[in-house]
């Protein structure tokens, strides 16, 4: 597999991830299902979803730099 295909396959993955996750505490969806607005939901859902993927991505880009530093 050539670095492109992997570059693109890898941006293309990160681009739809928050579409792909739908996390959401127990106590936090019991709630928000119990009422009839779902654009609510919809806006905790999404804000769960960026909370938790915001650490991932740092830790990523501290990996990827050492790791450029350490190449060369």
Do not use: D, H, W
């Not at 739809?16 to 299902?33: N, S, Y």
């Not at 960026?50 to 450029?68: E, N, Q, S």
Request: aromatic share 10%.
């Amino acid at each position: 597999m050539s670095k492109r295909i992997l570059k693109s396959v890898t941006v293309a993955v990160l681009l739809f991830l928050p579409t792909i996750m739908q996390a959401q505490c127990a106590m936090c969806r019991a709630v928000l299902q119990s009422e009839e607005n779902n654009a609510v939901a919809e806006g905790i859902n999404n804000g769960i979803v960026y909370l938790m993927a915001l650490p991932y991505v740092l830790v990523a880009g501290v990996f990827y730099f050492v790791y450029k530093k350490l190449k060369s």
